[in-house]
């Protein structure tokens, strides 16, 4: 089955900087990268995806990157703001969903 | 709000009790996942339905069990609870690829 690697497990950034989530999968089949944001105690929410026919998106200060050939995906968000503070969590998916371990953001003020 | 329902929010019960947590997906979606997150963990994927049959499997325990119901709601069956299974229980919706979580149910077994 599919295998998605997330790094790092734990990010902190000042204010203003930008912050970069890589993502690895193995299943060439996976054609579905979504990126959901999870604050604590929370629903995980979509916050931007990308389809194997698209090597970027952006949606203003996130952007998603994905090299299909190497299998990498990546989250960029610039200009962070205290509020970018969650967990983010990548997903490769085909029929199935399979989610990265998270990533736990933390902008500092 | 994502359009996904979820009951309860939180519940509280007793080891070797037996629970059952309901998902309705948003209107017109097929495909139901349900999830478990425990404390500081990510999403641990644990079963999915597609119009009313099981589509995939992940590592859900013997214990626990699913189903899907021709008007789309799914319920989650804990049986005999132990303690390691207060967690936070997801369920999800897609219909054309895009997946939208529930806000959760909140299990503590004491």
């Known amino acids: 089955g599919e295998n998605v690697e997330q790094h790092p497990s734990t990010l902190s950034v000042q204010e203003g900087d930008s912050a970069v989530i890589k993502c690895t999968y193995s299943?060439?089949?996976?054609?579905?990268f979504p990126w959901y944001k999870q604050e604590l105690g929370k629903r995980p929410q979509l916050i931007i995806d990308?389809?194997?026919?698209?090597g970027e998106k952006k949606d203003q200060r996130i952007a998603v990157t994905l090299n299909k050939t190497a299998k990498h995906f990546s989250l960029h968000i610039t200009e962070t703001q205290p509020e970018d503070s969650a967990v983010y969590f990548c997903?490769?998916?085909?029929?199935?969903?399979?989610f990265g371990t998270g990533t736990s953001l933390t902008v500092i003020p | 709000d994502s359009g996904v329902t979820q009951t309860p929010k939180h519940l509280i019960t007793a080891t070797g009790q037996r629970v059952t947590l309901r998902c309705s997906p948003r209107?017109?979606?097929?495909?139901v996942y349900w999830y478990q997150q425990s404390l500081d963990q990510g999403l641990q994927f644990l079963i999915q339905?597609?119009?009313?049959?099981?589509?995939a499997k992940g590592n859900i325990l013997e214990r626990f069990s699913a189903q899907q119901f021709p008007d789309l709601h799914s319920e989650l069956n804990l049986s005999s609870l132990e303690l390691g299974d207060s967690a936070l229980y997801f369920c999800?919706?897609?219909?054309?690829?895009?997946?939208?979580f529930g806000p959760g149910t909140r299990l503590t077994v004491l």
């Open positions: 339905y597609y119009n009313g049959e099981e589509r």
């Open positions: 997903a490769a998916a085909d029929n199935q969903f399979y």
């Open positions: 999800a919706s897609s219909d054309r690829g895009e997946q939208f």
């Open positions: 990308i389809r194997s026919n698209v």
């Open positions: 209107s017109g979606d097929l495909s």
């Open positions: 299943d060439s089949a996976s054609n579905y």
